[in-house]
């Protein structure tokens, strides 16, 4: 066969041989053996050097002509099974099925609790404000009745940054910076991160706190009895006691824990005749400490001697683990969506 008619010839073999391919994988075998490198095109046109030079370029035109045409007639093709395989696709789907509801992001536990206790606070009229995380020892020790020979300023319990820099251990040193920056009276509630270095089971280094400050004239102890024993109620339900036990803060004098009847075993000490894990079966659990500020305070913000005033602080983990129930500190820093999800 002369060499233009083997050309020819090609095309109507690939029509042909087409119209048998219904996938995709054998249409490409089919490309390849067509017009790949050692395919049939490829061999006819090795040929090319067997003719008179004056044919060549004629020949070579139609060579062009047919290469056109069959990647043309399998282009077409791939484009048949495309839209053949869409459809058998729009087949498939049922639309009555019910949709996949986006991934819905929520606020963290600790934020949440944070919110509630604030605004129960707020609720009563104090302000919401925030001090730094790296703070001047002056602020977190020094004017709160703890100078430089303190125990409580120990490096073991402390991280330093530099000897006079740290990371707060407590959010009190806020209590300072309020009142260096408003006279009396005062109401202010600081929700916020503090840092020591401690870490176990029931310690991470980083935990939250929420400090509370009120001064003024002729405010006692009975005032912060009112105030805790109300938020407690707001946050616990109307049926929680509240006990306050003597401590002891640099800061405040006298000072006072807080315990609050246990809510595992409603005070009883036992769980369906087990010991109470949450409360060690004495029934109450703590939740902050507390008292009147120090007159050593007020002396270090140059407030009138003639005020007086309360301040509590509380751990955030501590209260959310007792009001949901959760029982590994872990769980607030671990970031697992299974348990994130259950406080949407
Ligand atoms: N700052 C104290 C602590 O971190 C708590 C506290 C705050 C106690 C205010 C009394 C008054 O333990």
Redesign the pocket.
């Given at each position: 066969m002369d060499i233009l008619e083997t050309l020819d010839e090609l095309v109507d073999e690939t029509r042909r041989r087409l119209s048998d391919i219904a996938e995709e994988q054998a249409l490409e075998a089919l490309r390849i053996d067509v017009l790949g490198r050692k395919g049939r095109l490829s061999a006819i046109m090795g040929r090319l050097a067997e003719l008179d030079p004056a044919e060549r370029p004629k020949v070579g035109e139609k060579a062009n002509a047919v290469k056109q045409a069959c990647t043309d007639l399998i282009e077409t093709r791939r484009k048949d099974i495309a839209a053949r395989k869409e459809e058998e696709g729009l087949a498939r789907f049922d639309p009555t099925l019910p949709g996949r509801a986006p991934w819905q992001g929520s606020l963290h536990p600790t934020t949440c609790v944070i919110d509630q206790l604030c605004g129960v606070f707020v609720s009563m009229g104090f302000k919401a404000v925030s001090g730094p995380e790296v703070e001047h020892d002056y602020y977190n020790f020094e004017a709160l009745n703890m100078p430089a020979a303190h125990p409580a300023r120990d490096m073991q319990d402390t991280l330093y940054i530099t000897p006079t820099t740290l990371l707060r251990?407590?959010?009190?040193p806020v209590?300072i910076r309020s009142m260096l920056a408003s006279p009396p009276p005062l109401a202010v509630i600081v929700p916020g991160k503090?840092y020591r270095r401690d870490s176990d089971l029931t310690h991470t280094p980083m935990f939250h706190?929420i400090?509370?400050?009120l001064v003024g004239e002729g405010v006692t102890m009975a005032h912060l009895r009112g105030t805790l024993t109300t938020f407690v109620q707001a946050v616990f339900g109307a049926d929680t006691r509240i006990r306050f036990r003597p401590s002891f803060?640099p800061?405040?004098e006298p000072?006072a824990e807080v315990d609050i009847s246990c809510k595992l075993c409603g005070g009883t000490g036992n769980c369906d005749g087990e010991p109470c894990r949450v409360c060690k079966t004495t029934g109450w659990v703590e939740i902050?400490?507390?008292?009147m500020v120090d007159p050593a305070v007020f002396e270090a913000v140059d407030y009138p001697a003639d005020v007086t005033g309360f301040?509590?602080?509380?751990g955030v983990e501590r209260v959310a683990m007792l009001k949901y129930a959760i029982n590994d500190l872990r769980m607030f820093f671990e970031n697992d969506k299974r348990f994130l999800e259950q406080f949407l």
């Open positions: 251990t407590h959010t009190s209590q503090v706190q400090e509370g400050l803060f800061f405040t000072s902050l400490g507390c008292g301040a509590f602080g509380l």
